[in-house]
């Protein structure tokens, strides 16, 4: 599949991990032309049998993306419509991040806020750069609120009160604080992030795409009811365990000596045996 066209950003496929680098000089402002690519490269992953992980970071290391554009928000309408029962353009397009069956990762060096927060809040994960990294949603400092998902994700990744510190404190959270409340996975020295971002990209994209599809449908349950995910969890479990991967990989395991002392201590290696011959 060609990935050619985009105007902000640039993409490239190799062994399962699609990179993809926002590159919209001068502060990576999401404004109307990143939008319009945003949505069309989360269809195109979507649709992508070559791809099972997506990792997105920034050719500018002082910007991941700056915000939304302020000029577009003042063209909304002044009168507000009547309430809909339906995503809007904006909301769908980066909750397709999280739905699609594809793992996907923000690599963070520079700037995040508003806007940016909010395209990182709908990834799977989130790794920053220590000392640079810095996230933000100052909406409210503006007269506004944030209404691309920050208001929903972060309450669920950092909890309310927390949320409502950055929401309404409308400050910057750097990277070491970020990580030590959940806006990131984890932050790292900065010659340490994208080593650890790819290998984490590479091991993912090594195994099954049929159970990284799954995995990431029943982590996604749990916004239901304990009981419903957990219902929801058992029907994913055994569409995984009929796949000709999953009974592969398990008959691989055992005959290399899954289950003794030898291999369990050091499971790795055992784990890296288990493509099919």
């Known amino acids: 599949m060609s990935y050619d066209g985009y105007a902000t950003m640039s993409v490239t496929v190799d062994d399962g991990v699609a990179w993809v680098t926002i590159d919209h000089p001068p502060i990576n402002l999401l404004d109307l032309a990143m939008i319009q690519d945003l949505d069309r490269i989360g269809r195109q992953l979507e649709s992508d049998d070559a791809v099972r992980?997506?990792?997105?970071?920034?050719?500018?290391?002082?910007?991941?993306?700056?915000?939304?554009?302020?000029?577009?928000?003042?063209?909304?309408p002044k009168e507000p419509p009547p309430k809909s029962a339906a995503l809007g353009p904006f909301h769908r397009m980066v909750d397709r991040f999280r739905t699609m069956p594809k793992a996907t990762i923000g690599m963070v060096e520079g700037?995040?806020?508003g806007g940016g927060s909010e395209f990182l809040l709908s990834l799977d994960m989130r790794f920053g750069a220590l000392g640079r990294a810095v996230l933000a949603q100052p909406e409210v400092a503006l007269g506004i609120i944030p209404g691309g998902s920050g208001t929903q994700r972060l309450p669920r990744l950092i909890g309310r009160a927390r949320a409502l510190e950055v929401v309404l404190g409308c400050d910057d959270v750097p990277a070491d604080l970020a990580e030590r409340?959940?806006?990131?996975?984890?932050?790292?020295?900065?010659?340490?992030?994208r080593p650890f971002v790819e290998r984490l990209a590479r091991r993912i994209a090594s195994f099954p795409a049929s159970a990284i599809a799954l995995?990431?449908?029943s982590v996604n349950a749990a916004d239901q009811t304990t009981e419903a995910g957990l219902v929801e969890e058992a029907h994913l479990f055994n569409l995984s365990l009929a796949t000709p991967e999953a009974q592969q990989r398990m008959?691989?395991?055992?005959?290399?000596?899954?289950?003794t002392p030898e291999v369990e201590k050091g499971i790795d290696s055992a784990l890296e045996k288990l493509l099919p011959r």
């Open 111 to 113: 700037r995040a806020r």
């Open 181 to 193: 409340w959940g806006y990131l996975n984890r932050a790292l020295p900065p010659t340490e992030l």
């Open 215 to 217: 995995a990431k449908a």
């Open 53 to 76: 992980v997506a990792v997105f970071g920034s050719a500018n290391p002082d910007f991941f993306i700056a915000h939304a554009d302020v000029t577009l928000i003042q063209l909304m």
């Open 251 to 259: 008959t691989r395991f055992m005959e290399v000596g899954g289950q």
